[in-house]
């Protein structure tokens, strides 16, 4: 480094770096909104990958963990934002702080495992170097730095994650500190995740642990499936549904009257409203049943719409990788690793209130169901691994993608949050999420972002409690 | 009968059973394997499992040494807790010719070895040790490969062995495969 006597006269400054985002309006044009289609280059390009990490991985509020998975000081879990390692872990004030999981000493993971209880800190394996559940350096072994003045021990910790905040039971960080509050970033999407969140007084629990996978595809073919892709059930997912309901994937009677998508800033959801399609294919009778009488009792808390919507055939996504399933009850995120992988974690919620017997048949149902061995799950894998492998083609990866089914059926009369769609049968939550990330590509500030044209409501101002 | 508990796992055993039984039982295990390597999953539920299965698969956490959780624990995340019912519900979907990860077909290998068989305290039920090798190829070049460990119990009942209780823990905390398209 250097080898006279100003050598280490200034001292190392450890604060913790934010860097700022960056424009690719070029990236942003792969996303062509007049024609429907999305360039292939979204899932294969290293240059367009590293720049997800940085607009929207970087930037976006992200979520990190559910309230019951860590309910007292010093628990802890580990989990990813992008591909950042990073501990989330419960305050003394009960406040939850989030920290990259990397010693400032020479980067040396500092946390090995999944989850802990009550621990009083995190000690680095390489030089000892210990921090304590705030993130903050307590101590290095031997105490060799104690008297060395230039030790600057107070400025030196794990980076925290800039912003912490919750909603319902949900804690979600954001590394960037301008972003706007979580509400606000969640904006009138709040209203759909309250059909998971609040549909009973008491709210929400994880069943301990998850199960966690990699599968080799591009991460926003999960995302985007979540977001609004009923249309694959019906054939992907014909062999579960015969294995399990024995026969097709019922869309209900009142399809054409009631079947909607929504998406909020990238955010959405479809939906069939038909009460109990999605938890009917768990196979549980006795689960059918609960979720009958929690859509009758909850119609005070969420109004009828929503009653209708706890249990019904529905998949959702929280730009930009966190999706969920009501009814069959599995949250789940898309971790990304590289443009070709992703890790994906599962995990089940129930009401706290719940029965004992219905919180066990939902976990056994999400695992027939929804996780590696599920008999839904399987199939998806196997499309979504392909989708991304072919196209290490050269020629192949020229050719343009079809993004336009329900091109023209906004629903500008139907009294729900968002931009409105007829059907659930629709691509228009998978052309507003590209649209939200084109718009992630294109601006470089919240400013533009929260108030960008194509996929923030114009209804946003109105008020949604029934 | 902590034995046919399923969130018991094995402690230790020292009586082995007779070498008639170890080897009938050893036997029992590679034809399972072979069935399972073919598909033969309806037969394997007809053959080889027992109208009261308890199948189990947890989620492996890493957790420090210290953390008296340990690494995994009955009624939390799992990949399998069946019952003859569940099993059965996964044995159906093989047989959908829309089963889209089945079909082309997987090829499959179950390797079995390790294999330790012991009396309990109930007559007519072993417990067998045994540690796996599963390898599925499809497609091209798709290769997952998934080992661990087994915990059985079999049941000798008009003379055919039946399996009663498989605790199956496998080395992988996360599961590096898309999917878990067989049974172990
Ligand atoms: S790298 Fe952590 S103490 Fe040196
Ligand atoms: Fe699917």
Redesign the interface.
Known sequence: MCDNNSCGSARPNMKPVYPKADKYPEFAKLVDEEKSQVDRRVFTDEEVYQAELKQIFARAWLFLAHDSQIPNPGDFIRTSMGEDDIIVVRQRDKSVGAFINSCPHRGNRVC??????KSRGFICNYHGWSFGIDGGLRGTDGGVYDKDETFEKSEIGLPPVAQVQSYKGLIFGAFDPEAPSLEEFLGDFTFYLDIMLDNDQGGTEF??????????CNWKFPAENFVGDILHAS??H???A???LGGGVDLGKRYDELAFQASIYGHGIESNLDKVGNTRTL?YPDLVDYVFDLSEKAKDRLGEVRARAIGAVSSSNVFPNFSFLPGQNTFRVWHPRGPDKI?LV???IVNKNAPDHIK?QY??GV??TF???G?F???D???W?YSTKVNEGYMTRQQPLHYALGVGTLDEERDLPGIVHKGSKNEANQRLFYSRWAEFMKYDNWDDLQNSKVTLPQNKKQQWSD | MTILDIAVPFSNFSDYADALTERLLTQRLFAEARILDKEGYEEWLADFIDEKIQYWMPDMETRRRDDVRGTFCYGEAAYFDDSIKELTIRVKRYNEPSAWADNPATRHVHLISNIEVFNTEIANHYAVCSVFENIRNRNMADQDVIHGRREDIWKLENGVFKLVIRRIFIVQNVLLSKNLNTFL
């Open positions: 090995h495992v999944d989850s802990g209880k069943i301990g642990g998850a199960i966690k996978s990699e599968i080799s054939w992907t014909q062999s579960g015969q294995a399990i196979g890790e599962v995990w089940t066990e976990r056994k695992m027939m996780s590696p061995g008999v799950e399987m199939d894998g196997e499309n691994e």
